[in-house]
């Protein structure tokens, strides 16, 4: 078993950043593919970002390309979120997951932090 459990979100204004964290425990991340899904006011969950084991492989949902980054400290079991650029549509509940067992499939979740962008 994998606990996820993310921090950094908050309230920020358009333009902002913020730096999502996401710290594993339970057993070691090393060898899974990881990533961040995001929930907005009304609207189903969607993928933003997914990583592979080694961080040599980013995907990115086309709504967040050239703005957000994703990585990995495997030696820290830590996946991190950078948001740059924010926009008031960014807002949302981001999730943390790992393991990937398909394209958009993944075993583990955290619970969440919530990003707010003000306009």
Same mark, same amino acid.
């Given at each position: 078993?994998?606990?996820?459990?993310?921090?950094?979100?908050?309230?920020?204004?358009?333009?902002?950043?913020?730096?999502?964290?996401?710290?594993?425990? *339970?057993?070691?991340?090393?060898?899974?593919? =990881? *990533?961040?899904?995001? $929930?907005?006011?009304?609207?189903? $969950?969607?993928?933003?970002?997914?990583?592979?084991?080694? *961080?040599? $492989?980013?995907?990115?949902?086309?709504?967040? @390309?050239?703005?957000?980054?994703?990585?990995?400290?495997?030696? @820290?079991?830590?996946?991190?979120?950078? =948001?740059?650029?924010?926009?008031?549509?960014?807002?949302?509940?981001?999730?943390?997951?790992?393991?990937?067992? *398909?394209?958009?499939?993944?075993?583990?979740?955290?619970?969440?932090?919530?990003?707010?962008?003000?306009?």
């Amino acid at each position: 078993q994998v606990q996820l459990v993310e921090s950094g979100g908050g309230l920020v204004q358009a333009g902002g950043s913020l730096r999502l964290s996401c710290a594993a425990s *339970g057993r070691t991340i090393s060898g899974n593919a =990881m *990533g961040w899904f995001r $929930r907005a006011p009304g609207k189903e $969950r969607e993928f933003v970002a997914g990583i592979s084991w080694s *961080g040599g $492989r980013t995907d990115y949902a086309d709504s967040v @390309k050239g703005r957000f980054t994703v990585s990995r400290d495997n030696a @820290k079991n830590t996946v991190y979120l950078q =948001m740059n650029s924010l926009k008031p549509e960014d807002t949302a509940v981001y999730y943390c997951v790992g393991q990937r067992v *398909g394209k958009y499939e993944y075993v583990y979740w955290g619970q969440g932090t919530q990003v707010t962008v003000s306009s």
